[in-house]
Antibody, heavy 119, light 106 residues
């Protein structure tokens, strides 16, 4: 059974880069899409972007200029970089598997990691 | 962007009662809609995909229906573990979520 685990700093300074890693266990990232999603009390659940194992990516239009999602096949990991963060980027960040060969639903999800943007 | 609206915002019911949750899309999403359940402190869990297909391991009391712009999630008889927040999500155009419906104990 595939499991996802997010890791990274829980506190990021304004204007810096938020960097998170999702480690996949119990299965390979090959042939699947992998997404990052965030959740805030104000905006709810927001899809950030996804990466296919081949390296193809797509991002939410409102975040596209600040986001990069990458993968490391050797480590079975997917990573998120969000640049120039502000308090509005404070959220719980989730990674989720999102489709086999084609983009699909989010299943399963990691447990999530809370990230606060503050000086 | 396709906007999803969920109603009601909160549904107060007793165990054993039937729950009917609504999700409406700002434009047609065909059957490209899913439902998720989220409990406090946990990640969302996929319940229903493609409007009406139960995900693996999901009890039969959960059912989904609808197509186009109007969708319904029905819980036929609420169990204590079903009190949670439910989200709909579409993948017809980009990927967006509804604001959620909280099902709480009356």
């Amino acid at each position: 059974q595939v499991q996802l685990q997010e890791s990274g700093p829980g506190l990021v300074r304004p204007s810096e880069t938020l960097s998170l890693t999702c480690t996949v266990s119990g299965g390979s990232i090959t042939n699947y899409y992998w997404s990052w999603i965030r959740q805030t009390p104000g905006k709810g659940l927001e899809w950030i972007g996804y990466i296919y194992y081949s390296g193809f990516t797509d991002y939410h239009p409102s975040l596209k200029s600040r986001v990069t999602i990458s993968r490391d096949m050797s480590k079975n990991q997917v990573s998120l970089n969000l640049r120039s963060v502000s308090a509005a980027d404070t959220a719980v960040y989730y990674c989720a598997r999102s489709g086999f060969w084609t983009i699909n639903w989010f299943d399963p999800w990691g447990q999530g990691i809370p990230v606060t943007v503050s000086s | 962007e396709i906007v999803l609206t969920q109603s009601p915002a909160t549904l107060s019911l007793s165990p054993g009662e039937r729950a009917t949750l609504s999700c409406r899309a700002s434009q047609s999403v065909s059957s490209q809609l899913a439902w998720y359940q989220q409990k406090p402190g946990q990640a969302p869990r996929l319940l229903i995909s493609d409007a009406s297909n139960r995900a693996t391991g999901i009890p039969a009391r959960f059912s989904g229906s609808g197509s186009g712009t109007d969708f319904t999630l029905t819980i036929s008889s609420l169990e204590p573990e079903d009190f949670a927040v439910y989200y709909c999500q579409q993948r017809r155009e980009s990927l967006t979520f509804g604001p959620g419906t909280k099902v709480d104990i009356k």
